[in-house]
């Protein structure tokens, strides 16, 4: 008879935040380690420990324990406590593509410095998996992963399997059985070591009382907040007598679903579990009582080898795409809608750090300039530390919303100053020798890939010294600037410099709508201030000059026009839109939707009674807000009566209602596609979710979202029937950027700010989507079978003023042809523009404009730009190929490049690129390619991006 092994991976899953705030939950953090420590170096045979892949709890613990760092260090170094991959342990699909990348980079980095990294793929954390996982384990040398979240048998049939990502790339998996990552905590742990029998479903069965010895301790006054009962004098002892059933019970639950059933893995740990020092002798007497057995503390890299060498890999099963199965009980997949005020701060904060401070910082740097690596190490280490599972949606006590807040506003605060510093250098770096010392510049940076014209509201700064009788806008080129004025503001600014006392500035602050055409890429676009000044001029008239826009957009009473589309403003608040290219009209677009909301923060059900809110029969105010031939805005409040909150058994909503009053903000720019929203409302009710509905009025069986690294294509409505309900498909779908509805002829596409779940349905006209806005939910959560938290102050109702911005894309063709891609990052990231002088310093930058970086396919996405981690010299440049055909791409730099390599996510080059010079001649693109042996320096290189791939691209400048 052969003899199984058990593989025992001693180890802990550890929320930074969830049943208890930050603070508390790094107090037991500190007991653990110091525990852990103190195990391990007193017992050689407690050989390893996995702390549940992450390393930012190593920064946590020492803080408070510097004095602790060389003795942890020796741990990690002799391999016993294994650390990382990750620095923190995000929601993938909350978090943003990018900051997958990142967490990992900065996870090996912090790892490496405290004495080696686990090469591991630890993800049993996520509220499920996206795709492309795989693929970005990959770039950091990891090729073994396990997750869970109880996937059903009928899908994954067997624990272990192949996991592809769409570019191909494969990782050998395990799904863990079917108690998952607590299968030998639960099954040989609690009965063996610690007592009692945490798998039983009888009511009272896992219970502890005041007169069993226990010695339970329980703060009861109203000084301290929620304090829990505490078992002071537990009873930890090895149970000899149940030993071997323990075994036994371990065997059932690791083999019964596992495809190698002589090669097994018990992962010995829970939600912030301790390590136990009686662990090595109960895994001794747990090998003397089978003799078909053995057990061996272990690690998951150890398990993974030992199931490669005695498997028949060939055998095992393959899939593909996201790891998202329902039924959704088993899945905490509805979280998006929580914590709302998170997503949207995030949002910001991403949009901010990832695509402006770091590229425009990177690109400074390139000509000079500083680039400060610490201050957006930091800034990214923040805001991982809100991608944290539990953190970005609030999931845990109230306070873990607040304070995750409060991080993102430092990340933003931080990206700012990034930001500002990084246009003040690339602004010194301009050269405006040429320019009349009495010149004033606007210079219009674009931070996406793509070269944008835009309506851009632009706050000019007109000096109120001098007498200016007019005044314009004008390109370098001499080419007027198309502008409407609003407001007109004078302001008494200040210079502040590190070096000297602030000085007065005296300007008059006017409100612009500016058109300003051809941004280049990554690059800048330079406007001049042209001021008509009279010393003689004397403005003593009393009354202001009055200005009509020509041509306005806004049509009152309720009509927005522009060269694309009609847009009728209903009644009720709805919109209808006419693309006047093909006559096609949308109806009904904008319907607000309220229902009930008996779930909890992970999973939304609607209560057995319910009632559904909508502005259908609503009566909207429309108001006309700002106007030019430039942009408009209709402004349209209506009052909706929604129930208070559910009634006290939760079973339907109250019959009370409340008057609720929504504020939204339509508006249309000259030349756009693309109509935006931006809806603000008081939320004074619980136990709901508010969505938005947009029937696209499009024929079609599918639609495609953003996701990680990938445009995913999903069925509008897949509805299994069960007896008369619904199946246990997953309802409601992940967006990153945008959603698109087409049948390849046209299309319609919903971008959101923050809004990054949708839910897929057929209308009477065809596809349409609902967006989730926002969920109010109980608090209430499970830590075991029967027993949960609940709080008063429950921050999960998002009570308080919110804010949603989201828009509708009207395009043609399918989201390649239609450029979708580019359209949403471009509303997602604005224009930026800086106000200056001619100054003394001769740059190296030309004025009119430039390009830092331009790729040739609207299709290439670019999710990094920054400097190397661990160099200097050298831009790394990740791009990406969301769709399933290949792209040929060119990279082409403003500066010029020395050398050039492909690379990992981990920044290790591989090949070398050959370098290319283009030029433009004649208005035609002219390329030089380098030969080999050349000592040439080139500004471009050209990649192939393969269906799916991820592409990293160091160049040294």
Not at 702 to 730: K, M
Request: aromatic share 8%; hydrophobic share 40%.
């Amino acid at each position: 008879m052969s003899v199984r092994k058990v593989h025992v991976v001693s180890n802990t899953h550890w929320d930074r935040e969830h049943r208890h705030g930050f603070q508390e939950t790094r107090f037991m953090l500190v007991e653990t380690i110091d525990r852990l420590i103190e195990i391990m170096e007193a017992d050689p045979e407690f050989k390893y420990f996995t702390f549940d892949g992450q390393t930012v709890w190593i920064e946590d613990y020492l803080e408070v324990k510097p004095q602790m760092r060389e003795r942890l260090k020796a741990l990690i170094e002799a391999d016993r406590i294994q650390i990382g991959p990750w620095y923190s342990l995000p929601d993938h699909f909350s978090s943003h593509p990018e900051a997958l990348v990142r967490n990992l980079l900065i996870g090996h980095r912090l790892s490496e410095s405290m004495g080696g990294v686990t090469k591991f793929g630890y993800s049993i954390f996520s509220f499920s998996q996206i795709a492309q996982l795989p693929q970005i384990y990959s770039g950091f040398g990891v090729d073994s992963l396990v997750f869970y979240k109880l996937y059903p048998i009928d899908v994954l049939k067997k624990s272990e399997f192949w996991w592809e990502s769409p570019d191909g790339t494969k990782a050998l998996c395990s799904r863990l059985g079917p108690l998952a990552r607590a299968n030998f905590y639960f099954s040989f742990t609690i009965p063996a070591i610690l007592g009692g029998d945490a798998l039983s479903k009888e009511e009272g069965s896992w219970q502890v009382e005041f007169t069993e010895g226990a010695k339970i301790c329980r703060l009861i006054d109203d000084t301290f907040e929620h304090p829990h009962a505490t078992e002071l004098e537990q009873d930890i002892r090895i149970r000899d007598e149940v030993i071997a059933e323990s075994v036994e019970k371990t065997v059932e639950s690791a083999a019964c679903e596992s495809f190698n059933k002589e090669v097994l893995l018990g992962f010995d740990g829970n939600d912030f579990t301790m390590p136990l020092a009686e662990l090595p002798e109960a895994l001794r007497k747990a090998n003397e009582v089978s003799e078909d057995v053995t057990f061996i503390h272990s690690t998951p890299l150890d398990y993974f080898a030992d199931f490669r060498k005695n498997t028949d890999l060939s055998l095992l099963p393959k899939v593909g795409g996201e790891m998202r199965h329902g039924p959704l009980c088993r899945q905490h997949c509805e979280l998006m809608g929580t914590a709302i005020k998170i997503m949207h701060r995030m949002a910001k904060a991403e949009s901010l750090l990832i695509h402006t401070a770091e590229p425009f910082a990177a690109f400074g740097a390139m000509g000079g300039g500083t680039y400060p690596r610490d201050m957006l190490r930091l800034a990214w280490k923040k805001l991982m530390q809100c991608h944290a599972h539990d953190s970005t949606h609030g999931i845990g006590v109230p306070n873990i919303v607040q304070d995750t807040l409060h991080r993102l506003i430092e990340v933003q605060e931080m990206s700012e100053g990034v930001a500002n510093r990084a246009f003040q250098g690339l602004v010194k770096q301009i050269d405006t020798s040429t320019a009349d010392s009495g010149d004033i510049f606007i210079t219009v940076f674009n931070p996406t890939a793509t070269e944008r014209s835009e309506i851009a509201r632009l706050l000019v700064e007109i000096p109120r010294g001098e007498k200016i009788v007019d005044w314009h806008l004008e390109d370098m080129d001499d080419n007027r600037v198309n502008i409407y004025t609003h407001t007109e503001t004078p302001i008494n600014l200040a210079s502040v410099n590190h070096e000297n006392r602030p000085k007065a500035l005296y300007i008059k602050r006017v409100d612009v709508d500016a058109e300003v055409n051809g941004i280049p890429a990554y690059g800048y676009k330079t406007l001049r201030l042209v001021r008509n000044i009279d010393e003689g001029f004397l403005d003593i008239f009393p009354f202001p000059n009055p200005k009509d826009p020509y041509r306005p957009l806004g049509r009152m009473p309720n009509v927005l026009e522009n060269e694309f589309l009609k847009v009728d403003i209903q009644p009720n608040g709805t919109v209808d839109v006419t693309d006047k290219e093909n006559g096609k009209v949308t109806r009904g677009l904008n319907l607000i939707l309220d229902t009930g909301d008996a779930g909890d923060m992970w999973i939304h059900r609607k209560p057995k009674i319910n009632k559904i809110i909508s502005n259908l029969g609503a009566q909207a105010d429309i108001q006309l807000m700002r106007n030019s031939g430039l942009s408009a805005s209709f402004r349209v409040e209506m009052v909706l009566n929604i129930p208070e909150s559910l009634t006290q058994d939760r079973l339907c909503r109250s019959e009370h209602t409340v008057p609720v009053k929504f504020t939204t903000d339509i508006t249309l720019a000259k030349g756009s596609r693309r109509l935006e929203f931006k809806m603000q409302y008081n939320n004074v009710c619980k136990d709901h979710m508010l969505t938005v509905r947009f029937p696209a009025g499009i024929e079609t069986d599918t639609l495609v979202s953003d996701v990680a690294f990938e445009v995913r294509e999903r069925p509008v409505e897949f509805i299994t029937d069960v007896n008369g309900v619904r199946g246990d498909e997953l309802r409601r779908q992940p967006k990153h950027r945008f959603i698109d509805i087409s049948d390849g002829k046209n299309g319609l596409a919903i971008f959101g700010k923050g809004q990054n779940e949708y839910e897929p349905h057929q209308y009477e006209n065809g596809a349409g989507i609902e967006m989730t806005l926002m969920r109010a939910m109980t608090q209430t959560f499970p830590v075991h079978w029967d027993v949960f938290f609940s709080y008063e102050n429950e921050e999960s109702q998002s009570l308080g003023e919110q804010t949603f911005e989201y828009a509708l894309y009207f395009h043609e063709g399918d989201y390649k042809s239609g450029c979708v891609q580019a359209e949403a990052q471009q509303y997602i990231t604005p224009v930026v523009a800086a106000q200056y002088g001619k100054g003394r310093f001769v740059g190296t930058l030309p004025l009119e404009q430039g390009s830092f970086l331009n790729v040739t396919s609207p299709l290439t996405n670019v999710s990094a730009v920054k400097l190397a981690e661990d160099r200097s010299d050298a831009l790394v440049v990740r791009v990406n190929n969301p769709t399933d055909e290949p792209i040929e791409e060119t990279l082409t730099f403003l500066r010029p490049v020395k050398k050039a390599w492909l690379c990992n996510m981990n920044e290790e080059t591989d090949a070398e690129l050959p370098l290319e010079t283009q030029s433009r001649e004649a208005g035609a693109i002219v390329t030089a390619t380098q030969r080999s042996g050349e000592a040439m320096v080139g500004n471009s290189v050209a990649v192939t991006l393969d269906p799916f791939k991820i592409v990293t691209v160091m160049a040294e400048f």
